[in-house]
C-alpha cells in the first residue's frame, strides 16, 4: 500500500510549455502537503506549500482537493531550469511526512 | 549559516562493517529525520526524534541504530553493514512534524 502515488515520468516538455502534475494520497486524514524538488544527486528542498483554497508562487501553483484527494502542481512558462523531480509529500497528524516516489520533468530547448 | 551538516559524503564499506553517519543541524529544531532513497523507491523514513533523548522507528529501521543526545546532533549507525543497506542517506532537520523539512546534502553509501 502506498499513501502518496504519483506519476513517474518523465515528463518531457519544451521551454515555454505549461505542464501539470497530480498526486493522489489513501488516508484522508492527511492535514499538511507540500511540493518539494530535488535535482539530480542533490536533496530535496521545499518547492512551496499547498494550502485549501491554492496557492501561486509565480510561474507555480498548487491545488488541493480534499473530496478526491488528489494535489496538483501547474508550472506555466517551463524554463530549461525547471527540469528536475518533483516531490509530493503529505503529512498525517501523529506520523512524519510520507513522500511520493516523484516525477520526473525534462525541459529541453 | 550552514543548516543541516552530514558527513561523511561517500562511504565505501564491507559487509559486516559497522560505521556511523553524522548528521548536525544549528537551527535549533527539535525534529530530526533520516531517510534513505534508493531507485524507484522514493524517500523512506529510517528513524526520527522529537527532541533530546526522544527517538522512534520509522518504516524501514532494521539495521539502523540512532540517538538524540542533544539538539544539534543526530547519527546514524549501521550495525553491519549488508549490500542491501547501499543507498542514499538524507538527515532532515524542521521545528516539528508538519513543517519544512531541510535536508542535509546527502551520503551515498555502497556496500560491497
Known amino acids: 500500500r502506498k499513501e502518496v502515488e504519483q506519476d513517474p515520468g518523465p515528463f518531457n516538455v519544451p521551454e515555454g510549455a505549461t505542464v501539470a502534475f497530480n498526486c493522489t494520497y489513501s488516508n484522508s486524514a492527511s492535514q499538511s502537503f507540500f511540493w518539494y524538488r530535488q535535482d539530480c544527486r542533490k536533496e530535496p528542498k521545499l518547492l512551496m506549500s499547498v494550502y485549501s483554497s491554492g496557492n501561486e508562487d509565480g510561474r507555480f501553483t498548487a491545488q488541493l482537493n480534499r473530496a478526491s484527494q488528489y494535489i496538483s502542481l501547474l508550472i506555466r512558462d517551463s524554463k530549461l531550469s525547471d527540469s528536475a523531480t518533483y516531490l509530493c509529500?503529505?503529512?498525517?497528524?501523529?506520523?512524519?511526512?510520507?513522500f511520493g516516489k516523484g516525477t520526473t520533468l525534462s525541459v529541453s530547448s | 549559516n550552514a543548516g543541516v551538516t552530514q558527513t561523511p559524503k561517500f562511504q565505501v564499506l564491507k559487509t559486516g562493517q559497522s560505521m556511523t553517519l553524522q548528521c548536525a543541524q544549528d537551527m535549533n529544531h527539535e525534529y530530526m529525520s533520516w531517510y534513505r532513497q534508493d531507485p524507484g523507491m522514493g524517500l523512506r523514513l529510517i528513524h526520527y526524534s522529537v527532541g533530546a533523548g526522544i527517538t522512534d522507528q520509522g518504516e524501514v529501521p532494521n539495521g539502523y541504530n540512532v540517538s538524540r543526545s542533544t539538539t544539534e546532533d543526530f547519527p546514524l549507525r549501521l550495525l553491519s553493514a549488508a549490500p542491501s543497506q547501499t543507498s542514499v542517506y538524507f538527515c532532515?532537520?524542521?521545528?516539528?512534524?508538519?513543517?519544512?523539512?531541510?535536508f542535509g546534502a546527502g551520503t551515498r553509501l555502497s556496500v560491497l
Open positions: 509529500v503529505t503529512y498525517q497528524a501523529g506520523t512524519a511526512l510520507i
Open positions: 532532515a532537520s524542521s521545528p516539528g512534524f508538519e513543517n519544512i523539512q531541510y
